[in-house]
């Protein structure tokens, strides 16, 4: 069998040539790709602030960051930017990074690989070592998690070697097809008088030997092969039923490779359409434009059919003035200033990942400076408020909600994730206070700070799921991290302020018996035998998706009758409720703060103020200042009837 003549074992390279052409190898990867690719981060990092919503700015910053260092696709994922998820939310617009991550850390597997390849004498050890590899590839994706079979490159390195295996494939039916056939034409003498001796002379004369060029292999075949793989690879792309993500990937990629190989022989290839292969051309830019135009469209149109259309021909057509631009022009250039170009790319996002929240605050007061002054002081309780006002008020908060998870008294804290340890010069008591939990915890933990600093001498905040797991990559850690820090500090006082997405979930059986239920019982025990002397624990709420509160204002704004009767009730919160019930009883040391009696009234929606129309919870669903001003007196009380 034929190699790549980059690794041919009858041209054998020497160590020299082998570090050479590595060197080659990456330069030219990183020459194709790099500079468009940081371009385009660079550019949305900036339209982050500018026509984006502004809390989309710390996912995107976070993005990007993992984004330009190509490990987006091993960046730790909570339960809410899972990739499937993160198509359906769009707010990141740098999800699709992944996939040319997973690629990158492809090639620094592929000198090794192709190392091995040129020690394959013939092609039954070409064969063995491709089979090697992708079988164990192929074994690990099917063994490994959802999230780890679609992110990790060692998941996937079974389809860059089918890729692979095609090209030597194609290069041996190239070969098989081509072959010269070698045959013997006698000359037929001419009648007349020769001796002897001249025939025997010219006998070697009297055969000529002719090379003649065939297709030796059938076509039909070929393209029966061709048109079957390509048929039923577009039927798999609009089939009406769910297919099994393994089943799916590994039928489509060996259908593409397919198509592959026996285009290669096939002269009326409808892949090599010019159309088709004008799209190939600008697929780069397509790839790389394509998504942020679809967040933005989705975000600020997302029912309006047509506006989808006008975004798919935006971006076809950004792709070609980029392609046929800026790709063309960075391809020409030498190795000095395409490394000045990337190394330049990179300076600037990292300086506005560290700087997002002084350029965020620079956009927003020239978006928005405007608006707080139509807005005025408006009191801490929101008494007399004017609708004006509440409008103005309501889009704040939402383009702010995650500004706001950030507790300004609580160091370091510079996002809403991880640990701090709030302020001591307001804390008066002799006690140690805990607060745990999800994206709650910096939610409310301010509430927490409010009321209780006259019991804590030290008050620490640790966020992510408390009672039970729903995410195992992203919060079993944080989670043993509680566990451990409160088995070493003994609190006097727990507050566990949790979302409780796990605890929602359909109850099977008696409550008792139900599984999620002993989970939580089971970890709520450690907390008891390690606390002092009270857990308090946050009741489940039942925020709204459907009507989020950026919506609501533009609603209001736009003179639209509102009413509570919109909101679509999720009753899931039941669930976590009677859960929660359970546990309290089994808890001596616990105690349930109700808020549910403030933000949700029996069997109707609540999710805003009917006086001062003022919502009740960000588009994130946490809970909005106003929100929290009314749950204030039940945080109050707790720590009035503490002893």
């Not at 010019?274 to 998504?291: E, K, Q």
């Not at 991880?418 to 805990?434: A, I, P, Q, Y």
């Not at 006259?454 to 992203?474: D, F, G, Q, W």
């Not at 009314?630 to 720590?639: D, G, N, V």
């Amino acid at each position: 069998m034929q190699f790549s003549p980059f690794f041919s074992n009858s041209n054998q390279m020497k160590r020299d040539d082998l570090q050479e052409s590595v060197y080659l190898f990456y330069y030219r990867r990183a020459k194709r790709i790099l500079p468009l690719y940081l371009a385009i981060i660079l550019i949305g990092s900036l339209l982050v602030f500018i026509v984006y919503p502004s809390t989309f700015v710390p996912m995107n910053m976070d993005s990007a960051w993992n984004s330009i260092f190509l490990y987006h696709n091993m960046a730790e994922h909570s339960d809410n930017n899972l990739y499937f998820k993160m198509l359906n939310q769009a707010e990141d617009i740098f999800t699709h990074t992944w996939s040319l991550c997973v690629e990158m850390q492809f090639y620094l597997l592929a000198p090794i690989i192709f190392l091995f390849l040129s020690f394959c004498t013939t092609g039954s050890m070409l064969t063995v070592f491709h089979l090697i590899i992708i079988v164990t590839s192929l074994g690990n994706h099917l063994m490994a998690t959802e999230q780890v079979a679609f992110n990790s490159v060692f998941c996937r390195v079974w389809q860059f070697l089918i890729g692979s295996a095609v090209y030597f494939l194609s290069v041996e039916l190239i070969e098989l097809d081509t072959k010269t056939i070698k045959y013997t034409e006698l000359l037929l003498e001419e009648q007349g008088d020769s001796d002897e001796e001249e025939k025997e002379e010219n006998d070697e004369d009297d055969e000529v030997i002719f090379s003649k060029p065939r297709r030796n292999l059938s076509r039909s075949p070929l393209y029966i092969l061709l048109w079957t793989s390509l048929l039923f690879l577009i039927f798999l792309s609009f089939a009406p039923w769910t297919i099994p993500a393994s089943a799916l990937r590994i039928t489509c990629t060996f259908l593409s490779a397919m198509i592959i190989l026996t285009g290669t022989l096939c002269e009326t290839n409808p892949m090599k359409n010019r159309v088709l292969v004008y799209i190939g051309d600008i697929s780069y830019s397509l790839y790389l434009v394509h998504w942020p135009i679809y967040v933005y469209v989705k975000h600020y149109y997302e029912n309006q059919f047509p506006v989808y259309i006008i975004g798919i021909l935006v971006s076809i057509i950004l792709a070609i003035i980029i392609s046929e631009t800026f790709e063309k022009w960075y391809l020409k250039l030498g190795k000095q200033e395409t490394l000045f170009m990337i190394l330049i790319c990179y300076i600037s996002i990292v300086l506005i990942v560290f700087k997002r929240n002084e350029i965020s605050s620079f956009v927003d007061n020239v978006k928005y400076g405007h608006e707080e002054n139509l807005m005025g002081k408006v009191h801490s309780s929101y008494e007399n408020i004017t609708l004006k006002q509440a409008i103005l008020l309501n889009k704040k908060w939402a383009r702010e909600e995650y500004k706001n998870l950030v507790i300004p008294n609580c160091y370091p804290n510079k996002t809403e994730h991880g640990f701090c340890e709030f302020d001591k010069g307001n804390l008066t008591g002799d006690m140690t206070v805990f607060i745990v939990g999800n994206s709650l915890t910096p939610n409310l933990g301010s509430l927490v700070y409010k009321t209780f600093n006259n019991h804590a001498k030290v008050m620490y905040k640790y966020n992510c799921e408390i009672l039970t797991v729903a995410s195992e990559k992203r919060c079993r850690k944080a989670h043993d991290t509680y566990e451990e820090e409160v088995f070493k500090k003994l609190p006097d006082v727990l507050f566990m302020l949790d979302r409780q997405d796990k605890l929602r979930r359909p109850i099977k059986g008696p409550v008792e018996k139900d599984e999620i239920f002993r989970e939580a019982l089971a970890t709520l025990r450690k907390y008891e035998n390690n606390v002092k002397k009270k857990i308090y624990m946050l009741e489940s709420y039942t925020p709204s998706t459907n009507l989020p509160l950026s919506k609501f204002a533009q609603m209001l704004e736009e003179g639209k009758k509102v009413k509570q009767s919109l909101y679509k009730l999720d009753l899931s919160y039941l669930n976590a409720l009677q859960r929660q019930e359970e546990l309290v009883k089994k808890c001596s040391k616990c105690e349930l703060i109700r808020i549910s009696d403030i933000l949700f009234n029996g069997n109707q929606t609540k999710n805003y103020d009917e006086e001062t129309k003022l919502g009740y919870y960000y588009d994130g669903l946490h809970i909005t200042p106003f929100a929290m001003n009314l749950i204030l007196p039940l945080f109050q009380k707790a720590s009035d009837n503490f002893s």
